[in-house]
């Protein structure tokens, strides 16, 4: 075999091996930026890159904020799941995260609770590779708790610029859940400037508990808002796990999006007070996963 052929069978080893691998890393500087964005766009969480320069810093943090709210406490259980997808004549696939909502005036052992995650994590109305049903695992679990094949109201579509809130899928939940599994919206409709936020990975800690990540809140607007994070972490699969107020202890948004910043890492997440909007509007309509089409 010549030097050329022998390159080749150690480049597809090599990449072979490299699949096979569960990627971790920690990153500093300009790194960071070319690994996250690699990683990202595999992973289906979205990189921001126009107007925001990988090698300039995130803006200053704003202040802490006077906060009206009442005070809550933080969930001490798992509150973020293990999104996974099953597509015609094929198994479950991990995706991404998802979370479970109550909605507002409702009865709290008896509201309406829905699931929600991203809509870019999954193929929605291909009809040669049609989506069956979704299911929510526990971290540390084989098998999932609950399973869903219905749509509470039209899906939304992968976001393609800087607006969050196209970016969402709601799911009707049909069967009983435990009602401590389940969020409440903060009635702010999202975070405050400057307010201290959490992020539960929906992938949990490697031995099944909760993995919360806590950040400051950069920005905010009625199409976003952007997180910056106080450690770098890897992002994979964090898509849709929920973003909770260290003040209310109530979900403000899901996460959707990443954009490392010199040795920073930004979350951009949908806001709650959209996701509550298209609940509202899809005014108790369902579709059958199966045949919906857009």
């Not at 996974?84 to 009865?107: I, K, M, T, W």
């Not at 400057?194 to 905010?220: D, H, P, Y």
Request: charged fraction near 15%.
């Amino acid at each position: 075999m010549n030097n050329h052929q022998n390159h080749q069978g150690q480049k597809s080893q090599k990449a072979t091996h490299l699949r096979s691998l569960d990627i971790a890393f920690v990153i500093r500087g300009g790194l960071l930026a070319l690994v996250l964005t690699l990683l990202c766009m595999a992973i289906g969480l979205i990189v921001i890159v126009a107007h925001t320069p990988f090698g300039s810093p995130p803006p200053p943090t704003p202040p802490p904020p006077t906060i009206l709210a009442p005070a809550g406490e933080l969930p001490s259980n798992i509150v973020a799941f293990q999104e996974l997808l099953r597509y015609q004549g094929e198994p479950y696939v991990l995706a991404g995260s998802a979370f479970l909502l109550r909605l507002p005036d409702e009865a709290e052992e008896s509201g309406t609770v829905i699931a929600v995650m991203t809509a870019h994590s999954m193929l929605i109305g291909d009809p040669n590779h049609p989506l069956e049903r979704i299911a929510l695992r526990m971290p540390g679990h084989s098998s999932p708790f609950v399973e869903l094949d219905t749509f509470f109201g039209p899906p939304g579509h992968p976001r393609t610029g800087a607006d969050m809130t196209v970016d969402y899928v709601l799911l009707q939940v049909s069967q009983p859940i435990t009602p401590s599994l389940v969020l409440a919206p903060d009635p702010r409709g999202g975070p405050q400037p400057g307010e201290r936020v959490a992020l539960f990975s929906g992938l949990g800690s490697e031995e099944g508990k909760a993995r919360v990540l806590a950040g400051t809140v950069q920005s905010v607007n009625d199409t976003s808002v952007w997180v910056v994070m106080d450690d770098l972490f890897n992002p994979s699969m964090m898509s849709g796990s929920p973003i909770i107020s260290q003040h209310t202890g109530q979900v403000v948004g899901m996460t959707i999006a990443v954009s490392p910043r010199r040795n920073r890492l930004l979350i951009g997440f949908h806001p709650i007070a959209s996701i509550m909007r298209h609940a509202a509007e899809a005014g108790g309509r369902t579709y059958p996963i199966e045949t919906y089409r857009p």
